[in-house]
């Protein structure tokens, strides 16, 4: 059985050829070369920056025996007894018995009930094989139940009775097989495309534990670090998933763009609004152990850090609905390129913008409900340093997303047109240097005959 022959499209384009199917066209030798004199730069400029700014490792310090700033190992429940919570002395009622306050219910109800007497043996450190008890309150958020593995810490200058207390729970083996469903599920619906998404994902792990967090600790600048840190991630993950194109390029220099508008916009209203980022006990640690850090720096840092994967998502998203666009209708000028990749955009921008704003409201929620509980006005939660802290993060965030849109959609629609306008000139690919298309030149020339 024979194929018929192809009868031709009006582009030129036989009808067994779909633009649908396959990597883009490659673009121009001039675009090439014009992308690569602005990237080479850039990536050079990058590189530089993480040999300059490389830390070697993390500052050492003295120990506070604060929040995560403590010594542990790990620890496992051998037994848990109920004893009676007044036996053990959980709580003290206040001298006067007063229990109109919410410290003297909480102590009078620690009186009552049954408490669980745990034995912990320590299962690493020098002194393995070691065992303590900890008394859990009946109205603990955190029980003990034997067999649980879990991590404690260890305060060395203690009485010996009272060196040891558990922190937490040892949450090794469902992390690890959660991450492992998350791999699976990513290669198995990605396949080699999920694989590269992971192996990217493995690099920006390395680039934030190995580079942004040292460096920032040896009190280089935040905003200088994150700048460095996003650049490589972004360089390192986008031309790894999506391959090392002119496509992948626009949507990098979008990204660019977008992150130095997020950075310039971040510092401004940072500054204006009188912004610490020492605002809990987390930053107050980090404060105190490591004085020379500029905490409003770390805050901007975090922000690009954090609108980095968003950014990507939207730029390449615009960047590929244009290179679509184009292979669907080669004829469709910049212009029209625009105007129908930003209807597409604005798609985007309304569930994106809705993602983000919601994504920090739930990062705050609890935060939130102890303002309703203060029953404090909209007003004034705004106005506070913690709320505000947020809002800015959100809406800097946000107006940089918006604007990475109407951006990377005009670079790609400049892009593929003018690499369009070099083939219709005479690109040795194009169906015009090929004297029209294949079949009507063959028709042709045997009526000639």
Same mark, same amino acid.
């Given at each position: 059985?024979?194929?018929?022959?192809?009868?031709?499209?009006?582009?030129?384009?036989?009808?067994?050829?779909?633009?649908?199917?396959?990597?883009?066209?490659?673009?121009?030798?001039?675009?090439?070369?014009?992308?690569?004199?602005?990237?080479?730069?850039?990536?050079?400029?990058?590189?530089?920056?993480?040999?300059?700014?490389?830390? #070697?490792? %993390? *500052?050492?310090?003295?120990?506070?025996?604060?929040?995560?700033?403590?010594?542990?190992?790990?620890?496992?429940?051998?037994?848990?007894?109920?004893?009676?919570?007044?036996?053990?002395?959980? #709580?003290?009622? *206040?001298?006067? &018995?007063?229990?109109?306050?919410?410290?003297?219910?909480?102590? @009078?109800?620690?009186?009552?009930?049954?408490?669980?007497?745990?034995?912990?043996?320590?299962?690493?450190?020098?002194?393995?094989?070691?065992?303590?008890?900890?008394?859990?309150?009946?109205?603990? *958020?955190?029980?003990?139940?034997?067999?649980?593995?879990?991590?404690?810490?260890?305060?060395?200058?203690?009485?010996?009775?009272?060196?040891?207390?558990?922190?937490?729970?040892?949450?090794?083996?469902?992390?690890?097989?959660?991450?492992?469903?998350?791999?699976?599920?990513? %290669?198995?619906?990605?396949?080699?495309?999920? %694989?590269?998404?992971?192996?990217?994902?493995?690099?920006?792990?390395?680039?934030?534990?190995?580079?942004?967090?040292?460096?920032?600790?040896?009190?280089?600048?935040?905003?200088?670090?994150?700048?460095?840190?996003?650049?490589?991630?972004?360089?390192?993950?986008?031309?790894?998933?999506?391959? +090392?194109?002119?496509?992948?390029?626009?949507?990098?220099?979008?990204?660019?763009?977008?992150?130095?508008?997020?950075? +310039?916009? #971040?510092?401004?209203?940072?500054?204006?609004?009188?912004?610490?980022?020492?605002?809990?006990?987390?930053?107050?640690?980090?404060?105190?152990?490591? *004085?020379?850090?500029?905490?409003?720096?770390?805050?901007? @840092?975090?922000?690009?850090?954090?609108?980095?994967?968003?950014?990507?998502?939207?730029?390449?998203?615009?960047?590929?609905?244009?290179?679509?666009?184009?292979?669907?209708?080669?004829?469709?000028?910049?212009?029209?390129?625009?105007?129908? &990749?930003?209807?597409?955009?604005?798609?985007?921008?309304?569930? %994106?913008?809705?993602?983000?704003?919601?994504?920090?409201?739930?990062?705050?929620?609890?935060?939130?409900?102890?303002?309703?509980?203060?029953?404090?006005?909209?007003?004034?939660?705004?106005?506070?340093?913690?709320?505000?802290?947020?809002?800015?993060?959100?809406?800097? #965030?946000?107006?940089? +997303?918006?604007?990475?849109?109407?951006?990377?959609?005009?670079?790609?629609? +400049?892009?593929?047109? @003018?690499?369009?306008?070099?083939?219709?000139?005479?690109?040795?690919?194009?169906? @015009?240097?090929?004297?029209?298309?294949?079949?009507?030149?063959?028709?042709?020339?045997?009526?000639?005959?």
């Amino acid at each position: 059985m024979t194929s018929s022959p192809q009868a031709p499209e009006p582009h030129g384009h036989p009808t067994g050829h779909t633009h649908s199917h396959g990597p883009a066209a490659p673009v121009s030798r001039h675009l090439r070369k014009v992308i690569a004199a602005v990237l080479i730069p850039f990536a050079t400029a990058v590189v530089v920056g993480l040999a300059v700014l490389w830390p #070697g490792g %993390v *500052p050492g310090h003295e120990r506070s025996g604060v929040g995560f700033d403590r010594q542990t190992e790990q620890g496992k429940v051998v037994k848990v007894e109920k004893v009676d919570c007044a036996d053990v002395n959980v #709580g003290q009622v *206040p001298p006067a &018995g007063d229990t109109s306050t919410p410290e003297g219910r909480e102590a @009078a109800n620690a009186q009552q009930g049954s408490c669980g007497k745990a034995t912990i043996e320590v299962t690493s450190g020098k002194d393995k094989g070691r065992t303590f008890t900890e008394i859990v309150q009946p109205d603990a *958020p955190r029980q003990l139940r034997a067999g649980q593995g879990v991590v404690v810490a260890y305060a060395p200058d203690a009485p010996r009775d009272l060196q040891y207390s558990v922190t937490d729970v040892d949450r090794t083996v469902p992390m690890v097989v959660l991450a492992g469903i998350f791999a699976l599920a990513v %290669v198995l619906v990605g396949r080699m495309r999920g %694989v590269m998404a992971l192996i990217a994902l493995a690099v920006s792990f390395a680039v934030l534990t190995m580079f942004i967090l040292p460096a920032i600790l040896q009190g280089s600048n935040p905003l200088v670090v994150a700048v460095v840190g996003a650049s490589t991630i972004m360089l390192c993950s986008l031309y790894m998933c999506h391959g +090392l194109s002119a496509r992948t390029s626009v949507a990098v220099l979008g990204t660019l763009i977008s992150l130095l508008l997020i950075g +310039l916009l #971040g510092s401004v209203f940072i500054d204006w609004a009188s912004l610490s980022g020492n605002t809990d006990d987390y930053t107050g640690l980090i404060h105190g152990l490591y *004085p020379d850090i500029d905490m409003s720096g770390l805050l901007l @840092a975090g922000i690009i850090i954090g609108s980095l994967g968003v950014l990507d998502d939207v730029t390449v998203t615009q960047t590929s609905a244009v290179w679509e666009l184009h292979q669907a209708d080669p004829a469709m000028g910049p212009r029209a390129l625009y105007r129908a &990749g930003i209807r597409i955009g604005r798609d985007h921008i309304a569930s %994106v913008v809705n993602t983000l704003v919601l994504a920090y409201a739930g990062a705050a929620l609890p935060l939130l409900l102890l303002f309703s509980i203060a029953q404090s006005s909209v007003g004034t939660v705004a106005n506070s340093e913690l709320v505000a802290q947020e809002i800015v993060r959100t809406l800097v #965030g946000s107006i940089g +997303l918006v604007a990475s849109v109407p951006l990377t959609t005009g670079l790609a629609a +400049l892009v593929v047109s @003018a690499d369009r306008t070099a083939a219709a000139a005479g690109g040795s690919g194009s169906p @015009a240097a090929q004297g029209g298309s294949p079949g009507r030149g063959g028709r042709g020339r045997r009526r000639k005959k």
